[in-house]
């Protein structure tokens, strides 16, 4: 089943908000001296919407964008645009793109802007880090930071204590091209997911349960199985290995993901199977459970009770 693309979308902005913190620590560990991070962040979404560059360009390119407003030590405000290219392909106007952005922002609110790409695809060490013109005497110089995810081996990824680098190992599994039957690769996939669900689970400690929770979802849903039949097993075993302690949080977000799916599938299935799933493993309510799946109430009250009578 071919995932719809603004599933990668409701991921990769919900992740963001949760780790935007880290990210900003992974990318530059002394940031907090310029930065007051205490103060959290400001998320504008509302203002971007309307600054696309190229709002009426088809690309197979998924891109989300978050405006943030930080806060510096003095205690003034400053804005950073985050840009994240999801599969990306090696734009040749990817450059001119993110100048666009910063003109447009500096021009409307009048407030600097420093920019971070962040770039999931396979070629990204392609892709240009600055954007230069010239005419005659005119030199314009536009530089932004990126972070590829490439760059990062495993191992370095593993022992680190920053949540971000878990969300850039789960990135790297999505890029992860294997050969053989559907079942094959659900078994390759299976174990590679498996192997980051007990890394997750070491690193609770140091992450957090919220944090925790954020990239477990992310991992569920950003690397996806053939099979329904994996993606039951997963589930399990994640519930066993973290003891069906922690995972309450994951489901209720998987619900959300599922629903959007659901609803652009339109696969009854699917849903019949999700509602099982919400029934066996949470106590949610059927109001509940009806809620998150976009089902009738009486539609999880049947399954129900069918699982009553076995």
Known sequence: M?????????????MIENVMEDLLLFIDP????????????????????????????????????????????DGSERWMLLHVEVQGNNDKNFARRMFEYFIRLASKYGHPVAAIAVLTGKVCKEMPTVYEDRCLWMRARYEYKTLCITDY????????????????????????????TDEEKDNLLLEQKLLMVRLLKEKM??????????????????????????????????DEIFEKKNTMGVIEQWAEIKHQEGREEGREEEKQEFVRSLLAKTEF???KIAELVGVPIAFVKKIKKSLSAK
């Not at 959290?40 to 203002?47: M, Q, S, T, V, Y």
């Not at 569920?220 to 399990?236: A, C, H, I, L, Q």
């Open 2 to 14: 071919k995932k719809p693309k603004a599933k990668y979308d409701i991921l990769w902005k919900g």
């Open 30 to 73: 002394d940031i907090g001296k310029e930065l007051d991070l205490g103060r959290g962040f400001e998320f504008l979404d509302k203002e971007l919407a309307e600054m696309y560059p190229e709002p009426e360009k088809p690309s197979n390119t998924r891109i989300v964008d978050k405006l943030v407003k930080v806060f510096l030590r």
């Open 153 to 180: 081996p495993d191992e370095m990824l593993k022992a680190s204590t920053n949540p971000f680098a878990a969300v850039i190992m789960v990135a790297k599994e999505g890029l992860l091209k294997t050969k053989g």
């Open 205 to 238: 400690v140091a992450f957090g349960k919220k944090k925790t929770e954020a990239i477990l979802s992310f991992l569920n849903n950003y690397v996806v199985f053939k099979k329904s039949e994996t993606k039951r097993k997963f589930m399990t075993k994640t």
């Open 285 to 287: 309510s059927p109001e």
